[in-house]
């Protein structure tokens, strides 16, 4: 299995509704990064966490680490259509040179 | 600011042709990554280079796919032959540098393979 797993693989939500996604990792990190894909286009970083800081926010956005269970949250606040997008959590890990792992992604559908 | 630059949009070609894909990185940047995405999957490291060194091409499969970076700046990545199996989007990405972590990215070449 991969380095970084989301769960769950897809959200589906009323706007104005909070969305959770979370992401299992196997190894020590040095930072992890969360990713939005809308269809079709490039990956739009959102966040980064080191290995030291346990939560961030950035506007809606909130990203919580717990290095001890290996896993991290993205929690999307008053989620609106234009959220619908592929979400990905990416490690940079000693144990995997150092270079970017991306998970499979969760796919968020906000309905409005 | 120009974001990364990436073309072309999307290809489609018969198996055993071959294939190119260019990037014009965010200036300034001096690291370059290439990536692999297959539908429903994350972005898998192929490449990257550090100004004109490829410094981690453990996954680029040698045999059928090849990359340079001339000067540092604009970077192809080549596939000859392609097949079947090579069906996937490429996207480019780069950072000011490998410590900073933010990624940047193109908006991907997706290619197709008859």
């Known amino acids: 299995s991969q380095q970084g797993e989301e769960d769950p693989q897809a959200l589906s939500i009323q706007e104005g509704e909070n969305a959770t996604m979370n992401c299992s990792y196997k190894?020590?990190?040095?930072?992890l990064q969360w990713y939005r894909q809308n269809s079709g286009r490039g990956l739009v970083h959102l966040i980064l966490?080191?290995?030291?800081?346990r939560e961030k926010h950035s506007g809606r956005l909130r990203v919580t680490l717990d290095t001890s269970k290996k896993s991290s949250s993205l929690l999307i606040t008053a989620s609106r259509a234009a959220d619908t997008a592929s979400y990905f959590c990416a490690t940079d890990a000693p144990e995997y040179g150092n270079k970017l792992v991306f998970g499979a992604g969760t796919i968020l559908r906000v309905k409005s | 600011e120009a974001g990364v630059v990436q073309s072309p949009r999307y290809k489609i070609i018969e198996k055993k042709q071959p294939v190119a894909f260019w990037c014009n990185p965010i200036?300034?940047?001096?690291?370059l990554y290439w990536y692999l995405q297959n539908l429903g999957q994350g972005p898998e490291l192929l490449i990257r280079?550090?100004?004109?060194?490829?410094?981690?091409d453990s996954q680029l499969p040698k045999d059928r796919f090849s990359a340079e970076r001339l000067k540092g700046v604009d970077s192809t990545l080549k596939i000859q032959p392609a097949e079947l199996g090579d069906s996937a989007v490429y996207l480019c990405?780069?950072?000011?540098?490998?410590?900073?972590?933010?990624?940047?990215f193109g908006e991907g070449s997706r290619l197709t393979v008859l």
């Open positions: 200036s300034g940047h001096n690291t």
């Open positions: 190894t020590s990190i040095n930072n």
């Open positions: 966490i080191r290995s030291n800081e």
């Open positions: 990405a780069s950072s000011l540098d490998r410590r900073t972590g933010e990624l940047f």
């Open positions: 280079y550090e100004n004109e060194e490829a410094v981690d």
